[in-house]
């Protein structure tokens, strides 16, 4: 074989490398590794040679713990000796190699084989057979072979005939290098290991680790490990030219395996024998790091086939020179893996050259982990399931036609990259003949016609048909004269029951009684050409289009041999798509809307962009698109069908925690919805529904006593407390939305554990706006009291329950007398969360540019109208009409009812109401009603939350947040509300503050076309210190003002005291 010059230079490097890689000489205190066993120790006395003869049972049998040396030259065992038998620690210090004359040869472990501290080379096989080979390992013992080196043919077991591994117990082949093959050698026969346990590492040769000359087999269920294997023409790890077989259930690894010629770890180089792969339940092979050097096929080679028809493979980091099929080539063959086999290809990427698989042809799933872009192969086929007859075509696959329109049976072909097959082709023959009836004419047909004939009466069948099955066939009928043709000047050949004497074959030549031949007319040879019957002169010489002959498909014309005789017309085929290139769609044809987001690598596979996810339904040729509100539930579909059309295991649609469902709205079992977001899922934990409903309603009710508790005219501590909370409320609302910018996932990776305290920090603001009353983050689907995703009305029934709850409650502790008072703090306290539970009966949003759906209803599917006429007809609608109009009444309507009564300007009395103080105490009198615009302006913000969640419109959220912001500053700066100049102050700095934050979050959103994360880091380290600032600025200037008080309360009192006195 001549190399082109890159790959000499190549396996110069190689064999250059597999020299300085040669085992050194092992030491008595060598340790295998963590796995291996010691190898035991010497006797005080000196090794012993060990015994060339035997007793009558033909077995030497060694001593524990005993150590034994092998003759300076030829150690052959006598010929009468067939087996030797381990023993625990028993050793073997070899100065030469180990012979056994007779025909067949057994070992028994335990026992350790290594070479003599002074020997540097055999010159055989550390154990040698004339004939058969047994190795043997019983259950729970140890045999190995290390650090051997031979100038033979090989370093560890050899023999002329099969050799064998096998036991329940583990064989160990290490550190061994030899000029043909390192660990085993049959170079006439077959080498089999069915072993528990086989562990081969740093083994070096010509020809694999293993190499045997008619096959090689290995059938385990244990542990069957090479590694370190390296081979300076083929096979790392296995070579044969016979056929290489891997069964059983045991897992097979095969690491960093390498050959410089080609077929890094397993190489079958007879050109009529295969490299299968056929593993039992739980069997699994691993190939890890394999490399043919200088040639194909880095992991496995053929020179014919390569079958993988059962079980899981995996491909892990393989690469072959030039990328000449990375993991499998078989130039010459075809590789084969069965429909429902698990091949697996991970850390490839690096390897972007060439491709994974080359040969002759490839049938691969079309479902699996392989996809089309991988193949490099003349004809790229597709794997069906058994129960698919020929006239179907898997998903991911379509039919070819042959000339004139036939199926190409059985070969389905792959779907190119760029275009994709979702559901099953099928063809299927029209005008089939069932059966011969009269008067049905004999025609010319495709061989694989179903109308084809199998034999003519009464002549003696094909080799399809013997002749009573022939008879039978015809049912009494035959070929006989019919009408007569002036053109062809002959009758036509149709089927009747009459007799009119036998039909003779001779010399191809079929003639009737009366001396008619068959001819086909005018030497026109194409389907669905009739038949007749000329006369002619006996001297005359025969015709080409006289002359038939017997064939496996029936009886066919001499001069085409692809046609043979038929009945009444030829089939013609209906398939289904009408064009069978049709099956394969380009990826633009795909779906309706959006196609320009799906990515199509061939066979039965779509992806889509993140951000979108795809549905598809079983038989459909298409999918459809969804645009996800939630981009976090979307990470993008990667759909991968069956060849039945079904989605394979592998598919994946939504993120975890969400549903097949359009823009992956619904939640997994066990997840939930959040109540301020309706695309968030959540886990729902292990709480019990009481607990959870405690977990809502406390708070609830906490913050509304607090509230009644301290409805009366506010001390300016209790000025500066609300203040405080005003601005963590759009502080925290700003928070939120962080995870939701582009860089948020590689700041947190960057922190390590300073993010951890980040994300801690985030948690601990965000609880601030969970315990507000009826707005924190739980959800109604966790409680278990509904069937399924919980509709809008319910949820807003559910938000009125607590709130009504606590207003009667409220009304009973405070007494009917103040019912007016705790009608105005409960307003005070529930009347946001209820403006934002009534607007989620409102907003709408889409997945698709034709359907628009209830944003708060989206599990549901729940349409929204397209006119306002429609929307009138919608209970939903005139309910939030009633439960807008009554909150209106018992907030504003109410509040402005309370705080107008006396008038504007007018002096409040000494005794009025702890109520109407709630309202107005600390504003100017010209402005007592400023507190109904702080109410509207808290709705505001959870109108805006409702309309616009945070994980579909994170930048309006913030955006419409800010002009509220904004607003509420211009307002407060023109109006200045309060009494006290220090509080407008601090009012105009809260609000500036907040509108800095949602600058500032705004910009960690934005893509920056400099240096994008430079200024994020920048951005989040500003809004962070801002708001950490501003947190330490409240905190003190409540203390101060606490401070304040308690002397103000103190001098008021000794004031007191002097006037009594």
């Given at each position: 074989m001549r190399l082109p010059a890159g790959a000499a230079l190549a396996l110069l490097d190689f064999i250059v490398l597999a020299a300085a890689t040669r085992p050194a000489q092992p030491s008595q205190n060598d340790k295998p590794g963590q796995l291996l066993p010691e190898l035991g120790k010497e006797s005080s006395d000196g090794p012993k040679v060990l015994p060339k003869a035997c007793g009558q049972d033909g077995v030497i049998r060694l001593q524990e713990a005993a150590t034994y040396r092998t003759d300076d030259a030829n150690h052959s065992i006598d010929p009468s000796c067939h087996t030797l038998q381990g023993a625990p620690n028993a050793n073997i210090l070899l100065s030469t190699g180990i012979t056994f004359t007779n025909a067949g040869a057994k070992i028994y472990g335990p026992l350790a084989v290594s070479m003599a501290p002074d020997i540097k080379e055999l010159s055989a096989a550390a154990i040698g057979s004339t004939g058969n080979l047994r190795v043997i390992a019983p259950e729970g013992s140890v045999l190995s072979f290390k650090g051997i080196t031979a100038s033979g043919v090989a370093a560890g077991l050899n023999a002329d005939g099969n050799i064998t591994l096998e036991g329940q117990g583990s064989i160990l082949l290490l550190d061994l290098f030899s000029d043909r093959a390192a660990a085993v050698r049959s170079l006439n026969a077959e080498v089999v290991s069915t072993v528990?346990?086989?562990?081969?590492?740093?083994?070096?040769?010509?020809?694999?680790?293993?190499?045997?000359?008619?096959?090689?087999?290995?059938?385990?269920?244990?542990?069957?490990?090479?590694?370190?294997?390296?081979?300076?023409?083929?096979?790392?790890?296995?070579?044969?030219?016979?056929?290489?077989?891997?069964?059983?259930?045991?897992?097979?690894?095969?690491?960093?395996?390498?050959?410089?010629?080609?077929?890094?770890?397993?190489?079958?180089?007879?050109?009529?024998?295969?490299?299968?792969?056929?593993?039992?339940?739980?069997?699994?092979?691993?190939?890890d790091g394999c490399q043919a050097r200088a040639g194909p096929g880095g992991a496995i080679g053929s020179y014919r086939n390569i079958n993988i028809n059962a079980g899981s493979v995996a491909f892990a980091k393989c690469s072959a020179w030039r990328g000449h099929g990375n993991i499998m080539a078989a130039d010459r063959g075809t590789v084969h893996i069965l429909e429902g086999t698990q091949v697996t290809l991970s850390g490839m990427d690096k390897y972007d050259t060439g491709a994974a698989i080359i040969a002759h042809e490839v049938m691969i799933p079309a479902g699996g982990d392989l996809l089309a872009e991988d193949i490099l192969a003349r004809n790229k086929l597709v794997t069906k399931f058994a129960d698919q007859g020929r006239e179907t075509c898997p998903?991911?696959?379509?039919?070819?036609?042959?000339?004139?329109?036939?199926?190409?049976?059985?070969?389905?072909?792959?779907?190119?990259?760029?275009?994709?097959?979702?559901?099953?082709?099928?063809?299927?023959?029209?005008?089939?003949?069932?059966?011969?009836?009269?008067?049905?004419?004999?025609?010319?047909?495709?061989?694989?016609?179903?109308?084809?004939?199998?034999?003519?009466?009464?002549?003696?069948?094909?080799?399809?048909?013997?002749?009573?099955?022939?008879?039978?066939?015809?049912?009494?009928?035959?070929?006989?004269?019919?009408?007569?043709?002036?053109?062809?000047?002959?009758?036509?050949?149709?089927?009747?029951?009459?007799?009119?004497?036998?039909?003779?074959?001779?010399?191809?030549?079929?003639?009737?009684?009366?001396?008619?031949?068959?001819?086909?007319?005018?030497?026109?040879?194409?389907?669905?050409?009739?038949?007749?019957?000329?006369?002619?002169?006996?001297?005359?010489?025969?015709?080409?289009?006289?002359?038939?002959?017997?064939?496996?498909?029936?009886?066919?014309?001499?001069?085409?041999?692809?046609?043979?005789?038929?009945?009444?017309?030829?089939?013609?085929?209906?398939?289904?798509?009408?064009?069978?290139?049709?099956?394969?769609?380009?990826?633009?044809?795909?779906?309706?809307?959006?196609?320009?987001?799906?990515?199509?690598?061939?066979?039965?596979?779509?992806?889509?962009?993140?951000?979108?996810?795809?549905?598809?339904?079983?038989?459909?040729?298409?999918?459809?698109?969804?645009?996800?509100?939630?981009?976090?539930a979307c990470p993008g579909s990667n759909l991968s069908l069956t060849a039945a059309g079904i989605a394979a295991n592998k598919t994946q649609l939504c993120a975890t925690g969400y549903v097949r469902s359009p823009g992956c709205v619904r939640c997994s079992a066990g997840y939930g919805r959040n109540n301020q977001d309706p695309f968030t899922c959540s886990p729902c934990g292990t709480a019990s529904?009481?607990?959870?409903?405690?977990?809502?309603?406390?708070?609830?009710?906490?913050?509304?006593?607090v509230a009644l508790i301290l409805a009366r005219p506010r001390t300016e501590t209790q000025q500066i407390f609300k203040i405080f909370l005003a601005f963590i409320t759009v502080s925290c609302r700003s928070l939120s939305a962080v995870p939701h910018t582009p860089h948020y996932e590689k700041l947190k990776t960057d922190l390590h554990n300073a993010a951890k305290s980040l994300y801690y920090f985030l948690t601990a603001l965000d609880f601030v706006i969970e315990t507000e009353p009826n707005n924190g983050n739980y959800s109604l689907d966790c409680w278990g009291i509904f069937d399924g995703s919980v509709d809008a009305k319910w949820s807003l029934l559910v938000a009125w329950v607590i709130p009504t709850a606590w207003l009667l409650l409220g009304?009973?502790?405070?007494?009917?007398?103040?019912?007016?008072?705790?009608?105005?703090?409960?307003?005070?306290?529930?009347?946001?969360?209820?403006?934002?539970?009534?607007?989620?009966?409102?907003?709408?949003?889409?997945?698709?540019?034709?359907?628009?759906?209830?944003?708060?209803?989206?599990?549901?599917?729940?349409?929204?109208?397209?006119?306002?006429?429609?929307?009138?007809?919608?209970?939903?609608?005139?309910?939030?009409?009633?439960?807008?109009s009554l909150l209106l009444l018992l907030g504003p309507f109410l509040w402005l009812s309370v705080v107008t009564s006396r008038g504007k300007g007018t002096k409040q009395p000494e005794g009025e109401s702890d109520t109407e103080a709630f309202l107005v105490a600390g504003y100017r009198p010209e402005v007592r009603w400023w507190e109904v615009t702080v109410l509207a302006r808290k709705a505001a913000i959870l109108i805006i939350a409702t309309l616009f969640p945070m994980s579909w419109a994170p930048a309006a959220h913030?955006?419409?947040?800010?002009?509220?912001?904004?607003?509420?500053?211009?307002?407060?700066?023109?109006?200045?509300?309060?009494?006290?100049?220090?509080?407008?102050?601090?009012?105009?700095?809260?609000?500036?503050?907040?509108?800095?934050?949602?600058?500032?979050?705004?910009?960690?959103?934005?893509?920056?076309?400099?240096?994008?994360?430079?200024?994020?880091?920048?951005?989040?380290?500003?809004?962070?210190?801002?708001?950490?600032?501003?947190?330490?600025?409240?905190?003190?200037?409540?203390?101060?003002?606490?401070?304040?008080?308690?002397?103000?309360?103190?001098?008021?009192?000794?004031?007191?005291?002097?006037?009594?006195?």
């Open positions: 528990q346990n086989l562990h081969v590492r740093n083994c070096s040769s010509r020809f694999g680790a293993v190499y045997g000359g008619r096959g090689v087999r290995f059938d385990s269920s244990g542990k069957v490990v090479f590694e370190d294997c390296v081979a300076f023409r083929r096979g790392g790890a296995v070579c044969t030219r016979g056929e290489l077989s891997i069964s059983g259930q045991a897992a097979y690894v095969f690491r960093n395996c390498a050959a410089a010629e080609g077929d890094g770890a397993l190489s079958a180089m007879g050109l009529d024998h295969d490299v299968s792969l056929e593993l039992g339940p739980g069997g699994s092979v691993l190939f998903a991911g696959s379509m039919f070819a036609k042959r000339i004139g329109g036939i199926p190409d049976w059985d070969r389905c072909r792959l779907c190119d990259p760029g275009s994709s097959s979702l559901a099953i082709s099928q063809v299927s023959p029209r005008n089939v003949v069932k059966s011969p009836e009269e008067n049905m004419r004999l025609v010319l047909v495709r061989q694989t016609s179903p109308n084809a004939i199998p034999c003519l009466p009464p002549l003696m069948a094909n080799a399809t048909l013997d002749r009573d099955r022939c008879i039978e066939y015809w049912q009494g009928l035959s070929p006989q004269k019919a009408e007569w043709d002036s053109l062809y000047e002959g009758h036509y050949v149709r089927l009747g029951s009459r007799s009119v004497g036998n039909l003779t074959w001779k010399d191809g030549i079929v003639k009737t009684s009366d001396g008619a031949v068959l001819e086909v007319p005018l030497g026109v040879f194409v389907p669905s050409r009739p038949l007749i019957f000329i006369k002619r002169n006996d001297e005359d010489e025969y015709s080409a289009s006289q002359r038939f002959s017997m064939t496996p498909y029936g009886v066919s014309p001499v001069q085409a041999p692809n046609l043979v005789l038929g009945l009444q017309h030829d089939v013609t085929y209906d398939f289904q798509p009408p064009n069978p290139a049709d099956a394969c769609l380009a990826c633009h044809r795909l779906a309706p809307e959006a196609a320009m987001q799906l990515q199509c690598p061939g066979g039965a596979h779509v992806s889509s962009l993140p951000g979108y996810m795809v549905l598809h339904e079983v038989g459909q040729r298409k999918v459809v698109v969804h645009h996800c509100p939630n981009p976090a529904t009481t607990l959870q409903v405690a977990m809502v309603a406390l708070p609830s009710g906490a913050f509304y006593a009304l009973g502790w405070r007494g009917s007398n103040q019912w007016l008072k705790s009608l105005v703090v409960w307003g005070n306290v529930f009347i946001p969360p209820l403006v934002g539970a009534t607007m989620k009966l409102s907003p709408c949003f889409s997945t698709q540019e034709s359907h628009r759906i209830l944003m708060y209803e989206a599990p549901l599917g729940t349409i929204c109208a397209s006119s306002l006429a429609g929307m009138a007809k919608e209970p939903r609608f005139w309910l939030f009409i009633g439960t807008g913030l955006v419409y947040l800010l002009v509220i912001t904004i607003l509420a500053e211009l307002v407060h700066v023109q109006v200045q509300p309060y009494a006290s100049a220090d509080l407008n102050r601090l009012e105009a700095m809260a609000l500036g503050i907040s509108a800095i934050c949602l600058a500032l979050v705004l910009s960690l959103a934005t893509e920056w076309p400099f240096m994008p994360y430079e200024v994020y880091v920048t951005n989040a380290a500003l809004l962070f210190i801002l708001m950490i600032g501003s947190y330490i600025g409240f905190f003190r200037l409540y203390l101060h003002a606490r401070a304040n008080d308690r002397q103000e309360q103190g001098e008021s009192s000794a004031v007191r005291q002097d006037c009594a006195r």
